[in-house]
């Protein structure tokens, strides 16, 4: 088990961005992408808010207008889960236990199947979300947290092997890292 975390292609996004506003939409479409799964706490949410705000309302019904399927996937409960996903009438996935393939399987067939290639998942988290991505197939994009002061404990705990795994991959392929925006950022 030990030498699927070995495995750096596992830790590369497709695209990093600050914010999932930065994200081009309409390449992702253009790139084949009619699905799009969205991770919550400190992706679109900090931990610390509940409900979706007016950018995040505007960003859902710009997608919806490029005709994504967006579903909801967080390792988080179901109450804070479905009362954000209530609030922009939004298919969502709880208690994903990402970066395993559970949660990523219970999504697929919610969106009935559709081939792993045109399916784009977004995250704060490589630990999580990129790993379990890209091990899923999926196009991965990774963006900054939102506000990490507010993070679980089992979070802060990701976010130490996010640092070891971003240090190795620095030191071992400095042209993708570099790439990839990352320095002073995570």
């Given at each position: 088990m030990i030498e699927i975390f070995l495995r750096k292609k596992y830790f590369y996004p497709k695209e990093y961005h600050q914010t999932i506003y930065d994200i081009?939409?309409?390449a992702l479409k253009e790139k084949g992408i009619k699905n799009i799964l969205i991770?919550?706490?400190?992706?679109l949410i900090p931990y610390d808010e509940h409900l979706a705000n007016d950018q995040i309302?505007?960003?859902m019904k710009k997608l919806e207008s490029l005709d994504f399927k967006?579903?909801?996937i967080s390792n988080n409960n179901?109450?804070?889960?479905?009362?954000?996903c209530d609030d922009i009438d939004c298919e969502y996935i709880f208690s994903a236990r990402k970066p395993f393939k559970y949660g990523f399987k219970k999504a697929l067939k919610?969106?009935?199947?559709?081939?792993?290639?045109?399916?784009?998942?977004?995250?704060?988290?490589?630990?999580?979300?990129?790993?379990g991505g890209n091990r899923m197939g999926f196009y991965t994009i990774v963006v900054d947290a939102i506000?990490?002061?507010?993070?679980?404990w089992y979070t802060k705990l990701n976010r130490r092997l996010e640092r070891k795994v971003l240090h190795r991959l620095k030191r071992t392929d400095l042209e993708y890292y570099e790439k990839l925006h990352l320095e002073g950022k995570r």
């Open positions: 081009d939409f309409i991770d919550l706490d400190n992706t309302k505007t960003l967006v579903m909801i179901e109450q804070r889960v479905k009362k954000f919610k969106l009935n199947h559709p081939p792993r290639q045109e399916v784009a998942l977004i995250g704060d988290q490589f630990m999580t979300d990129v790993f506000k990490r002061k507010t993070e679980k």
